[in-house]
């Protein structure tokens, strides 16, 4: 497995794996409504490329195809971090992990996800307060953790 720093090419398959990341591991923790509204068909992609070379964003690949990504912005929010449904469990997670936090100085806060959270406990993230977040009507439940450093 190599990361390497994310490029604009990346964009469309990082769509492409948030998008069947979110419909495969994530339904084990909500239902479909929940999941067609945080992950649309309909997306964005000049908007996300212009998120992700904003902020330090980084992508694994095993040969030359995208098994997971991450991004982190300058104030320490871990804002993305998926890692391909059938390349789960193997330490990509963790990897792309370390390099996003090594990336900033200072706390790191994330929003993390039902399914997400164990691993973030795993990782010396504390829990600030769950949420709901509305999308289109439908909320979501998440967890805002913080890493103290």
């Known amino acids: 497995m190599i990361i390497r720093k994310y490029q604009?090419?990346?964009?469309?398959?990082?769509?492409?794996?948030?998008?069947?990341?979110?419909?495969?591991?994530?339904?084990?923790?909500?239902?479909?409504?929940?999941?067609?509204?945080?992950?649309?068909?309909q997306v964005d992609l000049e908007k996300w490329n212009k998120s992700l070379q904003e902020h330090f964003s980084v992508v694994a690949l095993d040969n030359e195809t995208i098994v997971g990504f991450g991004d982190i912005d300058k104030t320490g929010y871990l804002d993305r971090l998926f890692v391909h449904a059938n390349y789960q469990k193997k330490g990509i997670a963790t990897a792309l992990c370390?390099?996003?936090?090594?990336?900033?100085?200072?706390?790191?806060t994330t929003h993390a996800s039902i399914t997400a959270k164990p691993f973030f406990e795993k990782r010396g993230y504390k829990l600030v307060k769950?949420?709901?977040?509305?999308?289109?009507?439908?909320f979501l439940t998440n967890y805002v953790m913080i890493k103290k450093r």
């Open 8 to 41: 604009a090419s990346d964009c469309k398959e990082l769509t492409d794996l948030f998008y069947n990341t979110v419909h495969i591991v994530n339904a084990k923790d909500y239902t479909k409504e929940q999941l067609n509204v945080w992950a649309t068909k």
């Open 98 to 108: 370390n390099q996003l936090e090594q990336a900033v100085q200072g706390d790191i």
């Open 130 to 138: 769950e949420q709901q977040v509305e999308r289109q009507g439908i």
